[in-house]
């Protein structure tokens, strides 16, 4: 199987930001950030960008700081004719019907290029917001019950009948299928690295979504998924340049000043995710996990800023050492982000392919 390279899909404005600096969660997260507005020029360039360098998929962040994920997949998917899009989305803020409903009509628009982030929530803040009062762990046991309505959904075309503590569904029918050339279903990546997080995915999706850490760390916690059944997908940052020094170089420059830290730093805190907690301490207490992953940018643009650094040659070589321990997918975003995902798909991962043979 070869490995698979999904990105980070860019918010609004910034495909024509050229600093790291531009792109801090802090600056992005402000009601005057472009990131609140459809930006569709710099949308499709990036989208066929990535279709021309091999990236399968792009990831679509979901929050309420930002557009919503099924218009821009839409959108941006009849802009395109490959590229796949991964729509992150917080499970229980629609019905498990009408949520089934949209997935399989989006799914006919764009040809079925379409999979799906199940995220749970990280601030607890922001689902108060959208109406979601539940607590951490009972996030994730409703959103067992809400996908096990939307396999049901996808299976045989029956009805839908279910009883349970969250939903409660009587003769559900729907007579638009999920539509794609190999699939009767998207493919479900399940994030987070909590044990209800781990579960789920265990349970009802076909990936298990994570921050990556050095193989050996990873090593025991993959072999277990992957008996299980499911694949693992690592989230991380590259930084590519000719040598492993100009990379750290080009690292250390993106460092934004101290107020953006205490900032985002507040962000994280105040999050109730094991993940953006597990990262900020792998910043404050090691800083380099290993010669080329580095958790020093995470304090300033969040969890998923753990960093892979090094040459074309010397990712490549990290991107197989993964796939031996049986990782087999990988998002990953970069700063510009524009620039670095043409680096990495002309440099990085033409080497990958030709490992792979």
């Known amino acids: 199987m070869s490995l698979r390279f999904h990105w980070m899909f860019p918010k609004g404005g910034e495909v024509a930001m050229k600093t790291a600096q531009e792109t801090s969660r802090v600056l992005t997260t402000k009601a005057n950030s472009p990131a609140a507005l459809p930006d569709m020029e710099g949308w499709v360039q990036f989208a066929r960008s990535a279709e021309e360098v091999g990236i399968d998929s792009v990831l679509l962040s979901f929050s309420r700081y930002e557009p919503d994920t099924f218009f821009i997949a839409c959108a941006v998917g009849r802009a395109t004719t490959k590229l796949k899009f991964i729509a992150a989305y917080r499970l229980g803020l629609m019905q498990p019907t009408t949520f089934v409903q949209q997935i399989n009509t989006l799914s006919g628009l764009i040809g079925g290029r379409i999979a799906l982030n199940v995220v749970a929530g990280s601030s607890p803040a922001e689902q108060r917001g959208y109406g979601d009062f539940l607590a951490h762990d009972e996030r994730y046991a409703r959103a067992e019950e809400f996908l096990a309505i939307c396999h049901s959904f996808w299976g045989d075309g029956g009805e839908v009948d279910f009883d349970g503590k969250y939903y409660r569904v009587e003769r559900g029918k729907l007579h638009t299928p999920f539509m794609a050339p190999d699939r009767t279903a998207p493919e479900i990546y399940v994030s987070g690295q909590s044990e209800p997080a781990e579960r789920l995915a265990l349970n009802q999706a076909s990936c298990w979504l994570r921050l990556i850490n050095t193989p050996e760390k990873l ?102 050492e993964y796939k031996r321990i049986g990782v087999t997918q990988f998002i990953i975003a970069g700063w510009p982000k524009l620039d670095e995902m043409l680096i990495f798909g002309r440099e990085v991962l033409p080497l990958i392919r030709r490992a792979e043979g």
């Open 219 to 320: 090593s025991p916690m993959v072999a277990r998924i992957r008996e299980g059944g499911i694949e693992v997908c690592l989230r991380l940052c590259v930084i590519c340049r000719p040598t492993l020094k100009e990379a750290i170089e080009a690292a250390e420059s993106m460092l934004p000043d101290e107020d953006i830290s205490k900032q985002e730093r507040g962000i994280l805190a105040r999050s109730d995710s094991q993940t953006l907690q597990q990262a900020l301490a792998a910043a404050d207490n090691v800083g380099w996990l290993n010669r080329n992953l580095w958790a020093g940018l995470v304090p300033y643009y969040g969890s998923s800023a753990m960093t892979l650094l090094g040459s074309p040659e010397e990712l490549a070589e990290i991107f197989l």
